[in-house]
T-cell receptor
């Protein structure tokens, strides 16, 4: 149980275009989803926390107009990177919290490797 | 001071030996502690969680928590080359939603 599906796993886009990444909890309802970014040889950096039906809470330094997060249902959150630039190339990972499992329930998606050319 | 600190390594351990990974945290009221393993190019996977002082064992893995010293560790017995990965320590504060991660320790098991 507690599977989080993230798509696409890899995407290459041209500079200036937008890319949408989906994160789905397949067998549980995720009250809260988290979006992380990870650069090579660095740890995960939390970008934002999204709760179903409400606006996302962004971490300091993360542009909310550039990284649009939608959490319209208890099983789906999306991250859209708008007007992508080469410096946005990174590994993006979502995590969903299973409200039925308390502190045990932080499950990660498989990640999306974004390359902006 | 970082909220969660780990030695970035790399830590090299011979196959069959015990690998010891350490983590300290600054928030004294932290409640939950997690160890994740991350292979290169993959997302983190949960290995162990621990909430009470003392040791918790699961197979070859043992997590140790000392809240007074604000210290949590992970021991890997009989290390295997497949254990070579980056190990991330994560801490959840009291009443918090988000995990705070350390910078990770790169572990290499040498055959």
């Amino acid at each position: 149980g507690a599977v989080v599906s993230q798509h696409p796993s890899r995407v290459i886009c041209k500079s200036g275009t937008s890319v949408k990444i989906e994160c789905r909890s397949l067998d549980f309802q995720a009250t809260t989803m988290f979006w992380y970014r990870q650069f090579p040889k660095q740890s995960l950096m939390l970008m934002a926390t999204s709760n179903e039906g409400s606006k996302a809470t962004y971490e300091q330094g993360v542009e909310k107009d550039k990284f649009l997060i939608n959490h319209a249902s208890l099983t789906l959150s999306t991250l859209t990177v708008t007007s992508a630039h080469p410096e946005d190339s990174s590994f993006y990972i979502c995590s969903a919290r299973n409200r039925g499992r308390g502190n045990y329930g932080y499950t990660f998606g498989s990640g999306t490797r974004l390359t902006v050319v | 001071q970082k909220e969660v600190e780990q030695n970035s390594g790399p830590l090299s351990v011979p196959e069959g030996a015990i690998a010891s990974l350490n983590c300290t945290y600054s928030d004294r009221v932290s409640q939950s502690f997690f160890w994740y393993r991350q292979y290169s190019g993959k997302s983190p996977e949960l290995i162990m969680s621990i909430y009470s002082n003392g040791d918790k064992e699961d197979g070859r893995f043992t997590a140790q928590l000392n809240k007074a010293s604000q210290y949590v560790s992970l021991l890997i017995r009989d290390s295997q080359p497949s254990d070579s990965a980056t190990y991330l320590c994560a801490v959840l504060g009291q009443g918090a939603q988000k995990l705070v991660f350390g910078q990770g320790t790169r572990l290499t098991i040498n055959p």
